[in-house]
Protein backbone atom coordinates (compact mmCIF):
# COMPACT_ATOMS: atom_id res chain seq x y z
CA UNK A 1 0.00 0.00 0.00
CA UNK A 2 1.20 3.49 -0.76
CA UNK A 3 2.25 5.65 1.40
CA UNK A 4 0.01 8.92 -0.24
CA UNK A 5 -2.92 7.34 -2.06
CA UNK A 6 -5.24 9.98 -4.49
CA UNK A 7 -8.58 9.68 -5.75
CA UNK A 8 -9.74 9.53 -7.66
CA UNK A 9 -7.18 8.60 -11.08
CA UNK A 10 -8.87 10.14 -13.35
CA UNK A 11 -11.87 12.30 -13.56
CA UNK A 12 -13.67 14.08 -16.58
CA UNK A 13 -16.35 16.86 -16.25
CA UNK A 14 -17.97 19.54 -17.90
CA UNK A 15 -16.66 22.93 -17.55
CA UNK A 16 -17.89 24.71 -14.92
CA UNK A 17 -18.28 22.10 -12.65
CA UNK A 18 -17.07 21.83 -9.19
CA UNK A 19 -14.18 18.99 -8.59
CA UNK A 20 -12.82 17.43 -6.18
CA UNK A 21 -9.17 15.46 -5.61
CA UNK A 22 -8.67 14.06 -2.58
CA UNK A 23 -5.38 12.66 -0.83
CA UNK A 24 -4.91 10.06 2.07
CA UNK A 25 -1.73 9.28 3.78
CA UNK A 26 -0.28 7.07 6.29
CA UNK A 27 2.56 8.67 7.87
CA UNK A 28 3.62 10.91 9.67
CA UNK A 29 3.88 14.66 8.33
CA UNK A 30 5.17 18.36 8.86
CA UNK A 31 3.34 19.39 5.63
CA UNK A 32 1.36 18.40 2.54
CA UNK A 33 1.62 20.11 -1.12
CA UNK A 34 -0.61 20.04 -4.01
CA UNK A 35 0.89 20.54 -7.06
CA UNK A 36 -0.31 20.55 -10.09
CA UNK A 37 1.72 19.39 -13.47
CA UNK A 38 1.01 20.57 -17.23
CA UNK A 39 1.78 18.22 -19.86
CA UNK A 40 5.34 18.95 -20.65
CA UNK A 41 6.64 18.08 -17.53
CA UNK A 42 6.62 21.41 -15.39
CA UNK A 43 5.38 20.91 -11.77
CA UNK A 44 3.90 24.44 -10.04
CA UNK A 45 3.08 24.03 -6.07
CA UNK A 46 -0.31 24.75 -5.96
CA UNK A 47 -0.36 24.52 -1.80
CA UNK A 48 1.73 23.76 0.91
CA UNK A 49 -0.56 23.11 4.14
CA UNK A 50 0.16 21.87 7.70
CA UNK A 51 -3.37 22.46 8.93
CA UNK A 52 -7.05 23.84 8.38
CA UNK A 53 -7.66 25.57 4.93
CA UNK A 54 -6.06 27.62 2.41
CA UNK A 55 -7.42 29.41 -0.94
CA UNK A 56 -6.31 30.72 -4.05
CA UNK A 57 -8.73 32.05 -6.89
CA UNK A 58 -11.02 29.55 -7.87
CA UNK A 59 -8.97 26.35 -5.86
CA UNK A 60 -8.78 25.59 -2.35
CA UNK A 61 -7.44 22.77 -0.42
CA UNK A 62 -8.38 21.79 3.32
CA UNK A 63 -6.28 19.25 5.33
CA UNK A 64 -7.29 17.03 8.45
CA UNK A 65 -4.09 16.24 9.96
CA UNK A 66 -6.01 13.29 12.86
CA UNK A 67 -7.76 12.03 9.91
CA UNK A 68 -4.30 12.33 7.71
CA UNK A 69 -6.74 13.76 4.71
CA UNK A 70 -6.57 16.47 2.56
CA UNK A 71 -9.06 17.80 -0.48
CA UNK A 72 -8.20 19.81 -3.37
CA UNK A 73 -11.58 21.43 -4.77
CA UNK A 74 -11.48 23.72 -7.47
CA UNK A 75 -14.64 25.86 -8.36
CA UNK A 76 -16.16 26.83 -11.46
CA UNK A 77 -13.93 24.64 -13.57
CA UNK A 78 -12.12 25.99 -17.32
CA UNK A 79 -10.72 23.54 -19.75
CA UNK A 80 -7.27 25.19 -18.48
CA UNK A 81 -7.87 23.44 -15.39
CA UNK A 82 -6.97 20.04 -17.14
CA UNK A 83 -3.79 19.06 -15.67
CA UNK A 84 -2.06 16.01 -13.09
CA UNK A 85 -2.73 17.40 -9.62
CA UNK A 86 -0.28 15.57 -7.39
CA UNK A 87 -0.65 15.33 -3.25
CA UNK A 88 2.72 15.12 -1.75
CA UNK A 89 3.74 14.71 2.06
CA UNK A 90 7.05 16.29 3.69
CA UNK A 91 8.59 13.23 5.80
CA UNK A 92 11.22 15.50 7.26
CA UNK A 93 13.60 17.64 5.90
CA UNK A 94 13.12 17.91 1.87
CA UNK A 95 11.81 14.55 1.20
CA UNK A 96 8.76 14.45 -0.33
CA UNK A 97 6.37 11.47 -0.57
CA UNK A 98 4.23 11.56 -3.51
CA UNK A 99 0.75 10.31 -4.07
CA UNK A 100 0.55 8.68 -8.14
CA UNK A 101 -1.47 11.66 -9.03
CA UNK A 102 -4.64 12.70 -10.36
CA UNK A 103 -5.08 13.41 -14.09
CA UNK A 104 -8.28 16.18 -14.71
CA UNK A 105 -9.83 17.01 -17.75
CA UNK A 106 -12.26 19.47 -18.43
CA UNK A 107 -14.38 19.59 -21.05
CA UNK A 108 -15.70 22.41 -22.38
CA UNK B 1 13.12 36.41 -9.43
CA UNK B 2 14.43 33.81 -11.93
CA UNK B 3 12.64 30.16 -11.15
CA UNK B 4 14.21 26.88 -10.97
CA UNK B 5 16.81 26.27 -14.47
CA UNK B 6 17.20 22.87 -14.91
CA UNK B 7 19.40 22.22 -17.83
CA UNK B 8 19.70 20.59 -20.58
CA UNK B 9 15.37 20.17 -21.13
CA UNK B 10 16.05 16.92 -23.17
CA UNK B 11 19.06 14.42 -23.57
CA UNK B 12 19.50 10.85 -25.29
CA UNK B 13 21.87 8.75 -24.31
CA UNK B 14 23.15 5.26 -24.98
CA UNK B 15 22.79 2.77 -22.64
CA UNK B 16 26.20 2.22 -20.97
CA UNK B 17 26.94 5.84 -21.14
CA UNK B 18 26.82 8.19 -18.14
CA UNK B 19 24.96 11.50 -18.18
CA UNK B 20 24.97 14.91 -15.90
CA UNK B 21 22.21 16.63 -14.84
CA UNK B 22 22.22 20.50 -13.82
CA UNK B 23 19.99 22.59 -11.74
CA UNK B 24 20.33 25.58 -10.62
CA UNK B 25 17.90 27.49 -7.72
CA UNK B 26 16.27 30.06 -6.90
CA UNK B 27 18.81 32.81 -6.06
CA UNK B 28 18.87 32.69 -2.25
CA UNK B 29 17.60 28.90 -1.66
CA UNK B 30 19.88 26.63 -0.31
CA UNK B 31 18.29 22.97 -0.47
CA UNK B 32 17.92 21.63 -3.21
CA UNK B 33 15.81 17.92 -3.91
CA UNK B 34 15.75 15.73 -7.16
CA UNK B 35 12.98 13.50 -8.01
CA UNK B 36 12.48 10.90 -10.86
CA UNK B 37 9.20 10.58 -12.45
CA UNK B 38 8.25 7.05 -14.76
CA UNK B 39 5.38 6.54 -16.12
CA UNK B 40 5.70 2.95 -13.78
CA UNK B 41 7.17 4.58 -10.15
CA UNK B 42 5.47 7.53 -10.71
CA UNK B 43 7.44 10.38 -8.63
CA UNK B 44 10.61 9.18 -6.42
CA UNK B 45 12.76 11.31 -3.93
CA UNK B 46 16.34 10.95 -5.12
CA UNK B 47 18.45 13.23 -3.19
CA UNK B 48 18.81 16.53 -1.27
CA UNK B 49 21.34 18.91 -0.77
CA UNK B 50 21.61 21.65 1.59
CA UNK B 51 24.81 24.03 2.15
CA UNK B 52 27.10 21.58 -0.09
CA UNK B 53 26.13 18.61 1.99
CA UNK B 54 23.73 15.62 1.53
CA UNK B 55 21.08 15.48 3.76
CA UNK B 56 18.92 12.59 2.38
CA UNK B 57 18.97 9.54 0.37
CA UNK B 58 16.11 7.73 -1.79
CA UNK B 59 16.24 4.36 -2.45
CA UNK B 60 18.16 4.54 -5.57
CA UNK B 61 21.13 2.35 -6.65
CA UNK B 62 25.29 3.69 -6.34
CA UNK B 63 25.09 4.52 -9.83
CA UNK B 64 22.78 7.72 -8.75
CA UNK B 65 24.66 10.53 -7.44
CA UNK B 66 24.78 14.20 -7.08
CA UNK B 67 26.57 17.32 -5.39
CA UNK B 68 26.29 20.57 -4.69
CA UNK B 69 28.58 23.47 -5.52
CA UNK B 70 28.79 26.40 -3.14
CA UNK B 71 26.83 28.79 -4.92
CA UNK B 72 23.67 25.90 -4.23
CA UNK B 73 23.88 25.64 -7.99
CA UNK B 74 23.48 21.19 -7.84
CA UNK B 75 24.66 18.46 -10.26
CA UNK B 76 23.62 14.80 -10.32
CA UNK B 77 25.08 12.16 -12.40
CA UNK B 78 23.86 8.74 -13.39
CA UNK B 79 26.34 6.50 -14.60
CA UNK B 80 26.46 3.03 -16.59
CA UNK B 81 22.90 4.21 -17.71
CA UNK B 82 20.34 1.20 -17.94
CA UNK B 83 16.88 1.88 -20.35
CA UNK B 84 14.91 1.53 -17.15
CA UNK B 85 16.65 5.15 -16.16
CA UNK B 86 14.57 6.80 -19.08
CA UNK B 87 12.34 9.24 -16.97
CA UNK B 88 11.60 13.02 -16.52
CA UNK B 89 14.07 13.99 -13.85
CA UNK B 90 13.17 17.32 -11.36
CA UNK B 91 14.93 19.11 -9.26
CA UNK B 92 13.41 21.79 -6.08
CA UNK B 93 14.70 24.57 -4.52
CA UNK B 94 13.78 25.45 -0.89
CA UNK B 95 14.94 28.13 1.05
CA UNK B 96 15.67 25.94 4.14
CA UNK B 97 15.95 22.18 4.41
CA UNK B 98 12.83 22.09 7.19
CA UNK B 99 10.17 20.08 6.22
CA UNK B 100 7.71 23.21 6.29
CA UNK B 101 9.11 25.11 3.53
CA UNK B 102 7.82 25.64 0.13
CA UNK B 103 9.34 23.64 -2.86
CA UNK B 104 9.70 25.14 -6.20
CA UNK B 105 10.41 22.91 -8.88
CA UNK B 106 12.21 23.30 -12.35
CA UNK B 107 10.79 22.06 -15.44
CA UNK B 108 12.61 18.99 -15.53
CA UNK B 109 15.19 17.05 -17.74
CA UNK B 110 13.86 14.13 -19.85
CA UNK B 111 16.56 11.40 -20.56
CA UNK B 112 15.93 8.97 -22.91
CA UNK B 113 18.54 6.09 -22.86
CA UNK B 114 18.22 3.94 -26.39
Known amino acids: KNEVEQSPQNLTAQEGEFITINCSYS?????LHWLQQHPGGGIVSLFM???GKKKHGRLIATINIQEKHSSLHITASHPRDSAVYIC??????????FGQGTRLTINP | KAGVTQTPRYLIKTRGQQVTLSCSPISGHRSVSWYQQTPGQGLQFLFEYFSETQRNKGNFPGRFSGRQFSNSRSEMNVSTLELGDSALYLC?????????????FGQGTRLTVV
Open chain 1, 88 to 97: AVHQGAQKLV
Open chain 2, 92 to 104: ASSFTSTGNTEAF
Open chain 1, 49 to 51: LSS
Open chain 1, 27 to 31: VGISA
